[in-house]
C-alpha cells in the first residue's frame, strides 16, 4: 500500500488520485493472480482466495485510515468518490473474482464518512464562493467594455455569468452524485444558499453600476444594453436553479432538506433585483423628460404640442433597447413607464402652487379638451409598444376625471364630478382634490373644501388610505 505512493501533494496536486488508483489496479490483479493460480494449489479448506481478500481488505482499511488523517481540499472528494465505488466492478466487486462484497466490512464508518462529508460541504462552499466572486468580477468587466452584450434567440440580452454559475453548481452535484445520493441533497441545499448570498453581492454591483453611469451619462455608452441584460440574468439564475432542482431532487422537496421557502425566497430576491434594475432604466426616463414633465398645465403647454410630442418619441425611442428584455420584464417596464405619465398629470392638476391661471371658461375648458387628447395620444403610442390588455389595466382615467372636473361650466353640479372621481380613485387625498378645484378658479378654498366633505363625507375623506396613482403623485 505504501509503496504505491510515488508523490505527495508538495510534487503533484494530483497524488491522490494516483495513489488510490495505484491500489486498485494492483489489489484487483493481485487478486486475480490468486484467484487463477493460487486456488488450484491450495485445499478447499484453506479458503485460500478470502484469505487474501480479507488481508488486502483490512491493511486497505488501515492505510485509508492513515490517509483521511492529513486531507485537504478536494482530495476528500478523491477518496470518498473512490471509497464508494470499491465494491464496485472495476475493484472487488469484480465478476473475475466472485467476492463476496456484502460481507467485507466497510472501509470507513458512518461518522467517519459523515466528517469527511462535512469537510467536503466547506471545501465545496468555499470553492463556490470564490468562483461566484471571480465570475461577477470577470462579467462586470464587460459592462464597461465597448461593446453590447450576447442577445438570445428572441433577441434578449444577456452576459454568460448565469450559464458559468450553473455550470460549476451542475459538476458538484454530479461529484455528489458518485458519492452518495443523500449527500446530493445537502449540495442542493448548499448552492441554493450560496446563491442567495450571491444575490446581494449581484444587486450591489448593479446599484454601482447605475451610480457610477448617472456621475456621467457620456462615458458608458451600452449602459442600457447591460442594464437590460442583468435583469434578464435574474429570469435565467431562477430559471437554471428550478431545473437544477427538478432534475436532482428526487420526489418531493419537502421530504428533504430543501424547503420550498427557500426557492421562494430566492425567487423572490432576483425578481426583486430585476423590478429594481427596470426602476433604474425608467429613471434615467424620467430624467430625460423632467422639464418636459414640468411644463404639463403651464402656458407654454397649453399653447404648443411639444410636451406631448417630445415625451412620446422620448418613450419610442428607449422602448427600441427595452424590446430587448424577456416579456415579463418588458410588460413590467410599460406599465411603469405609463403610470409615470399619469402620476405626472395628476401631480400637474393638483399641486399646491399653480402652474397656469385660466383667463375664462374657455381657455379651462380647452386646456381639459387638451389632457383628454393626450391621454388618448399616450395610450394610442402605447398600444403599439405593448398588448392593448395592458394598456387598458392603467388608471388612464384618471386624467379624464380631473378634466371634467375642469371643464364643467356649471359648479352646482360639480360635486357629481368630485364623487365619480373619488369613487374610482379613493386614495386622493383631501389637499389634492381641494387643489384639483382651485384650478378651476371659480370656487374659494373654503367653499372646495365644505363642498368635498358634503359630497365624500369628513370621516371618509381624512380616513387612511390604500396606495394608488393619486398617493403616488405626492411622493412622486
Not at 371 to 388: C, G, M, P
Request: proline share 3%; net charge negative; charged share 30%.
Amino acid at each position: 500500500m505504501e509503496g504505491c505512493q510515488l508523490d505527495d501533494r508538495t510534487d503533484d496536486k494530483m497524488w491522490l488520485v494516483k495513489h488510490l488508483e495505484l491500489i486498485r489496479q494492483i489489489t484487483s490483479d493481485d487478486l486475480k493472480v490468486v484467484k487463477s493460480l493460487c486456488e488450484p494449489c491450495f485445499p478447499p479448506e484453506y479458503d485460500i482466495i478470502n484469505k487474501f481478500v480479507n488481508m488486502y481488505h483490512n491493511m486497505i482499511k488501515e492505510h485509508i485510515q492513515d490517509l483521511i488523517q492529513d486531507l485537504q481540499g478536494n482530495e476528500v472528494v478523491s477518496l470518498l468518490t473512490w471509497t464508494n465505488s470499491y465494491k464496485g466492478r472495476d475493484m472487488m466487486g469484480n465478476p473475475e473474482l466472485r467476492i463476496d462484497t456484502p460481507k467485507l466490512s466497510p472501509i470507513l464508518d458512518e461518522v467517519t464518512i459523515q466528517q469527511l462529508q462535512q469537510q467536503y460541504l466547506q471545501t465545496m462552499r468555499k470553492n463556490i464562493q470564490e468562483w461566484t466572486t471571480n465570475s461577477l468580477r470577470s462579467d462586470i468587466a464587460d459592462w464597461y467594455k465597448e461593446a453590447e452584450p450576447e442577445q438570445d434567440g428572441d433577441g434578449c440580452f444577456n452576459t454568460p455569468l448565469p450559464v458559468i454559475l450553473f455550470q460549476m453548481f451542475e459538476q458538484n452535484l454530479q461529484v455528489a452524485a458518485h458519492i452518495k445520493e443523500t449527500l446530493v441533497v445537502a449540495v442542493l441545499n448548499l448552492c441554493v444558499e450560496e446563491m442567495q448570498t450571491f444575490s446581494r453581492q449581484y444587486s450591489q454591483e448593479i446599484r454601482d453600476y447605475k451610480d457610477m453611469h448617472l456621475q456621467d451619462r457620456s462615458k458608458l455608452r451600452f449602459y442600457t444594453n447591460f442594464m437590460i441584460a442583468n435583469i434578464n440574468n435574474c429570469s435565467s439564475f431562477i430559471e437554471f436553479t428550478c431545473k437544477m432542482m427538478a432534475k436532482y431532487c428526487k420526489g418531493d422537496i419537502d421530504e428533504t432538506d430543501m424547503s420550498e421557502n427557500k426557492l421562494n425566497t430566492l425567487e423572490k430576491t432576483f425578481d426583486c433585483i430585476a423590478r429594481e434594475g427596470c426602476t433604474y432604466l425608467l429613471e434615467e426616463v424620467v430624467m430625460d423628460l423632467k422639464q418636459h414633465y414640468d411644463d404639463i398645465l403651464t402656458r407654454k403647454w397649453l399653447t404648443s404640442n411639444i410636451v406631448v410630442e417630445t415625451i412620446c418619441i422620448t418613450i419610442e425611442d428607449y422602448c427600441q433597447d427595452f424590446f430587448h428584455l424577456k416579456k415579463k420584464f418588458l410588460e413590467d417596464m410599460m406599465a411603469k413607464a405609463q403610470y409615470g405619465i399619469i402620476v405626472q398629470y395628476i401631480k400637474a392638476f393638483t399641486a399646491s402652487s399653480k402652474r397656469i391661471s385660466f383667463k375664462n371658461y374657455e381657455e379651462r375648458k380647452t386646456a381639459a379638451e387638451k389632457a383628454i387628447k393626450e391621454a388618448d395620444q399616450y395610450q394610442k403610442v402605447f398600444s403599439k409598444l405593448t398588448s392593448q390588455e395592458l394598456v387598458v389595466k392603467l388608471p388612464w382615467k384618471a386624467i379624464y376625471d380631473m378634466a371634467e372636473v375642469i371643464k364643467l361650466k356649471d359648479p352646482t353640479v360639480l360635486s357629481l364630478e368630485v364623487s365619480a372621481l373619488y369613487d374610482r380613485f379613493p386614495d386622493a387625498r383631501l389637499e389634492q382634490l381641494i387643489n384639483l378645484l382651485q384650478l378651476r378658479g371659480d370656487i374659494t378654498k373654503s367653499d372646495s373644501k365644505a363642498m368635498i366633505h358634503d359630497t365624500i363625507g369628513e370621516e371618509q375623506i381624512t380616513s387612511p388610505k390604500s396606495e394608488g396613482v393619486f398617493t403616488s403623485a405626492i411622493t412622486a
